[in-house]
């Protein structure tokens, strides 16, 4: 017998957020999301996501123990075009057991049919805006902060409960921090006829540097696949909880005669100093991940966020703004220390950006895949 149990107790979110290491555990490349980061995803008063939208979460029980979670969840910025109201689901985990799996979206989907829905795509945690995609390849390599893991029997398992890919989501790993891209300097001096700047900001100063960010976020990004509008809440919610990641090196940002159109944020990888507190702060890992990083010795780093302005996204001069943030990202990185930096995610059908970090050298190391059911 499987029963599925809404979360409504403290007790069952924390069994929720727990759940991952329970079941992954000796699984090879998994290491463990810190619980805190997971209870404070579910909670209103904490995460800006409720202010825009719903969601309900549930625990699949089998003889008295966890086998399964889900989320099914209803975002009110997103657009309902064509009479079609999407709904999406999300931190899905489970045993390798396919009544399992059935039985959770079962329940997920019950709840968006009652708020109307008639289509559901994810994993999302909460928003595209978060984490994205359910691993389909790259277990083994390098666990990065705030990039799902998966086990690689649940895609199967979500394909037998009726799901099919809707896009897949690519990430590249690049070893060549230590070496200048020479194509961003030769696309930027061909541009003479504009002053072309890029400069980091400072990590004191990355507050005033929000509204920008979003700007540049939300115009790039507008058009794309599955586009959700980042709020400003978000950010300062995001920048806040990140500021111990931050540093002078993070966030590049460049102009164009004086205007900001493009920007890269990348952060340090926490999970190389969280890897072994199997994903609890308590009673000790608090200060051994606080003496970590204070130390802000780094191996590897991650490309979180980066947009380039709609006037020169899809034109070559948007191809040399998006090299020149990379750039100006790979000489802080290096200069922090990071040997190896992940590049991602992008969408399957950019082919541009796909061609141009194939020629940067990266490598095409993880892919996460969005799923899509029709709930009509």
Known sequence: MIDVQLVTAAAGVKLFAALPRHLYRAMPGF?????????????PAKNPYFRHGEAAFWLAMSGGKPVGRISAQVDTLEDGAGGVRTGH???????????????????????????????????????????????????????????????????????????????????????????????????????????????HAKASTIAGELDTVLTLFNDAWENNWGFVPMTHDELTHMAKDLKPL???????????????????????NLTEMTADLDGRLLPFGWARLAWRVKRRKYNTGRLLLMGVGRKYRDSAMG???????????????????????????????NKPMLRMLELLGARLYKTHRVYEKSLS
């Open 31 to 43: 290491v463990p999301p810190l619980d805190i980061i997971q209870r404070d995803l579910m909670n």
């Open 89 to 199: 689901f999300g931190n899905l985990a489970a045993v390798e057991d396919a009544k399992v799996v059935a039985a959770l979206f079962h329940a997920a989907e019950s709840w968006l049919r009652e708020r109307r829905c008639t289509r559901v795509t994810g994993p999302f945690n909460l928003s595209i805006n978060g984490e994205s995609g359910l691993m389909i390849k790259g277990q083994q390599e390098q666990a990065m902060f705030l990039m799902p893991w998966d086990p690689p029997y649940l895609g199967a398992l979500a394909e037998q409960a009726g799901y099919g890919k809707v896009r897949d989501l690519h990430s590249f790993v690049s070893t060549a921090v230590a070496e200048p891209l020479e194509m961003a300097r030769r696309m930027a001096a061909k541009a003479t006829h504009m002053k072309i700047t890029s400069r």
């Open 246 to 268: 931050l540093t002078d090196e993070c966030l590049s940002i460049v102009e164009v005669d004086g205007k900001p159109e493009a920007f890269a944020l990348a952060l340090p």
């Open 319 to 349: 191809a040399g703004l998006a090299l020149m943030a990379i750039e100006k990202m790979r000489e802080g990185a290096h200069k922090i220390g990071i040997r190896s930096a992940e590049l991602g995610w992008v969408l399957d059908d």
